[in-house]
């Protein structure tokens, strides 16, 4: 059974910062791309960050450039994102997701962990 628990989300200050965790079990996790997303009140789920198996290649919106770093720890079956700069906009659940999409595929999802910046 393949589950995605992400952790440490929370309150945070507007200019504060938050590391969240999403750990994976019941997969090969260094066979699939990894994900967070993030889903505002009354707003579609959008892309946040990506970053390839190995950890090597990784991407961003742009509305979080400069200010956030995902990162992996094959090692651990883990995946992070590195919150800085964070401002009341970033307010949203944020959910991790792993993806392979040659053979055998996968698409699998947490459960969420709600980020709210709020002074």
């Known amino acids: 059974q393949v589950q995605l628990v992400e952790s440490g989300g929370g309150l945070v200050q507007p200019g504060g910062s938050l590391r969240l965790s999403c750990g994976v079990s019941g997969l090969t996790f260094s066979n699939f791309g990894m994900r967070w997303y993030r889903q505002a009140p009354d707003k579609e789920r959008a892309l946040v960050a990506t970053?390839?198996?190995?950890?090597?290649?990784?991407t961003y919106a742009d509305s979080v450039q400069g200010r956030f770093t995902i990162s992996r720890d094959n090692t651990k079956n883990t995946v992070y994102l590195q919150m800085n700069s964070l401002k009341p906009e970033d307010t949203a659940v944020y959910y991790c997701?792993?993806?392979?999409?040659?053979?055998?595929?996968?698409?699998?999802w947490g459960q969420g962990t709600q980020v709210t910046v709020s002074s």
């Open positions: 997701n792993a993806r392979r999409i040659t053979f055998p595929t996968g698409d699998y």
């Open positions: 970053i390839s198996r190995g950890g090597d290649t990784r």
